[in-house]
């Protein structure tokens, strides 16, 4: 149904803006790591290094269709995800991503939004709406988080502090668009912070908690709205 694929697409949208995308590296009192290097070269170690670490923590804001939304997710090592996301004006909603299958619930005002109201939203008050990954895929997978592969043609600013921790700033413009990426200069060179202005959809992100262990588990069944109950709902 669309509000299915509305959510989905929500879901991909709070795990693109972490896309960014080595072995550790680290610095010698006020000596730069990266001295010598390309912007391209510093953002491929800071994208094996984040990917490397397998999990980590999200956190920001991102525009959407006029809306603000605030993020926040922990990412495990599997590709498993699990946090929240939304505004006041659209309501907020949980969002789990275990194996195969992702699971939303939110509140009234979010599925009012998201649904339309009318029998979906009832169904849904308070239990989880559970979907199949597109692929079977994990959502949050850290290969696909922090590809590589768009991380060209950067260059390097004034360094900057992220949290306190000093980090390389490096820029990427396409267009009217303009991509910002913090990359630590002490210890491992992992990504800190990600801003995207002037594109459909711009926003904040900062990272941290990067190689601690986050637990996801799915909902039990008793809280999970039956598919074929809320097909008929909508």
Known sequence: MAANRKLLAVAAAACAAAVIG???????GDKDPFDGMSADKIAEKASKASKDAGSYRMK?????????????FAVAKSGDCKGTMGSAETGKAEFLASGEFSYTKGDDKFWESTTGGGGAAKLLKGRWMKQSNKGGKPVCNPDDMFSNKNLKKLKRGDDAEVGGAKAAVLTRKKGSETTTFYVALEGKPYFLKVVNKGSEGPGTVTFSDYGKAVDVKAPADSEVVDPKKLAAGS
């Open 60 to 72: 920001g804001q991102m525009k959407q269709s006029g809306q603000t939304s605030d993020i926040e």
């Open 22 to 28: 080595v072995t550790g590296c680290s610095s010698d």
